[in-house]
């Protein structure tokens, strides 16, 4: 034969660089469910299931595109479990010319795919991933040199690169940045339109029967399962986020109710994260919504920011700090997660809504994994290492390239403020501002210590006190250090017993 291609599982797209250096007349492409994979972490089961499905259904995509594909489904007898052994087995079957990959998103798999060179006796080809807007190097040549790593200068760049939003050399209305506009608390009188629910179809039904049966013991609910797992429809979802919920999203990106898990937010990003929707041409028909009067533009450039500033730079970020960077601990916090990150058993309405909705969608919006679950994981002082864990486990769109920055970086500060300005630190006040959660709770949001106050009230302020000598330099924090120091001595003894009384209820 002539060569062999391996498609990973995140590579779903038909004009990847591996698959267009090669020949549909003489190659093959080898494509495989693997057990390593599914539980290197115990990812949730609607995550294993979208993705074998959506493999499945791209295979039969490039079968209808003229490949010949060598798929192998996780109960085959000559399923080997692992890339290495999977590669190991088609090279001594086949006896190809040449491997040829596409570089992987996760430094550990990359680290597996340069050590293949040495391994195998065929040559092999590892492409660039195209895919993305700017490539490891250059988002290096980018970083050299500079104090700080800020994403809004990056994000800048990109609107220059790209063309996004642009009037000549300036930029659509007279600013980069319309963030301060998108954060509307919501009100149970909207109208909540529903993501795009995709029909199951016999390839799917026969994932969802084995990931039931092969990794019962894993976290979250499997049905129903709603996922587009085809471009096609994957397509579609986003067409009917850009009609019917892209004019509100920027207005209530950072918003919350109770029983309302998707609000105005796209919910596409594990279609874009896996290959089958591309983030130039989404950005384009954003735009092209913009200019044609249907969106707002305080919307649209809120959306094209999420993609071309903020997803390229976490995966800056990544590739220029791996490894080591997952183990980053600025603070040294070293608490087990709490039990209910798994079972949504807890007392805090808004803890409980995100994890709940958490397990059934294996989804929540960015505002409750930043303010929410990873806010208060940084307050009680857990182990960031085992937060990352969790939010790589449990979501749909977590891969570790664009998990791991968010949780290090972003949501726990972990990185000593590489890539965020301070820490996303709040009491209950902010959530209650962005949310109807506290009035729910069985807390009382509005005290800030005694047993009937908010966990969040006391652990903000403990927070503040234990690492007062790390944050009071960051201009973002030096206020709420002095509003600390000025509380009376009595007060704050009350709000260390407060935290420490509810801390050792975890």
């Known amino acids: 034969m002539g060569n062999l291609i391996f498609v990973l599982g995140d590579q779903l797209t038909p004009t990847l660089s591996s698959i267009a250096a090669g020949d549909p007349a003489r190659d093959r492409i080898l494509m495989a469910e693997l057990h390593d994979e599914a539980t290197y972490v115990r990812h949730h089961k609607k995550k294993i299931a979208f993705l074998f499905s959506a493999m499945r259904h791209f295979a039969e995509e490039l079968r209808g595109l003229g490949w010949t594909v060598e798929y192998v489904k996780l109960d085959a007898p000559d399923n080997q479990g692992s890339f290495s052994r999977q590669l190991a087995y088609a090279v001594t079957k086949h006896n190809p010319e040449r491997v040829i990959v596409t570089e992987a998103g996760e430094w550990r798999i990359m680290q597996m795919l340069r050590s293949w060179q040495a391994e195998f006796p065929v040559p092999l080809d590892i492409l660039p991933d195209g895919r993305f807007l700017c490539q490891p190097d250059a988002f290096a040549n980018w970083a050299a040199g500079r104090k700080q790593l800020r994403m809004e200068y990056f994000y800048r760049d990109m609107r220059r690169q790209t063309g996004l939003l642009m009037d000549s050399s300036q930029p659509e209305g007279g600013q980069w940045n319309f963030d301060a506009e998108n954060r509307k608390p919501a009100g149970l009188d909207l109208f909540m339109p529903r993501p795009n629910r995709s029909p199951t179809d016999a390839i799917t039904d026969e ?30 979802a986003f067409a009917k986020f850009v009609e019917q919920s892209l004019p509100h999203f920027g207005d209530y990106q950072d918003a919350m109710l109770t029983g309302e898990p998707f609000l105005y937010h796209a919910v596409i990003s594990q279609y874009l994260n896996c290959g089958l929707l591309d983030p130039l041409h989404i950005c384009q028909q954003v735009e092209a919504a913009y ?39 600025f603070f040294g916090h070293t608490r087990p997660l709490p039990d209910f990150y798994w079972t949504g058993e807890t007392s805090m309405a808004c803890v409980r809504a995100a994890v709940t909705q958490t397990r059934e969608h294996a989804y929540a919006h960015h505002i409750q994994r930043l303010m929410v679950t990873g806010n208060f994981a940084m307050l009680a002082g857990v182990d960031p290492y085992q937060l990352h864990e969790w939010y790589l486990s449990v979501y749909t769109d977590a891969y570790e390239w664009v998990e791991l920055p968010n949780t290090v970086g972003m949501s726990q500060f972990a990185d000593g403020g590489l890539l965020a300005s301070k820490p996303y630190a709040a009491s209950g006040a902010y959530i209650n501002r962005m949310s109807n959660y506290c009035g729910s709770c069985q807390y009382d949001v509005k005290q800030r210590t005694g047993p009937d106050a908010c966990p969040f009230n006391a652990l903000y302020w403990n927070f503040i006190a234990r690492h007062r000598d790390k944050i009071a ?34």
């Open 207 to 236: 994932v969802l029967a084995l990931v039931g049966e092969r990794f019962e013991g894993h976290f979250g609910n499997l049905e129903p399962f709603w996922f587009a797992v085809t471009r096609s429809d994957a397509e579609a």
């Open 473 to 506: 330099g960051n201009p973002r924090m030096a206020q709420m250090v002095r509003t600390y120091d000025k509380f009376a001595a009595d007060e704050q003894q009350r709000i260390a017993d407060s935290a420490n009384v509810f801390l050792q209820t975890l």
């Open 291 to 329: 200019r044609a009067g249907s969106v707002p533009l305080n919307a649209a450039e809120g959306f094209i920011r999420q993609i071309i500033g903020w997803r390229e730079y976490v995966r800056g970020i990544y590739w220029l700090k791996m490894p080591g960077y997952d183990r980053s601990n």
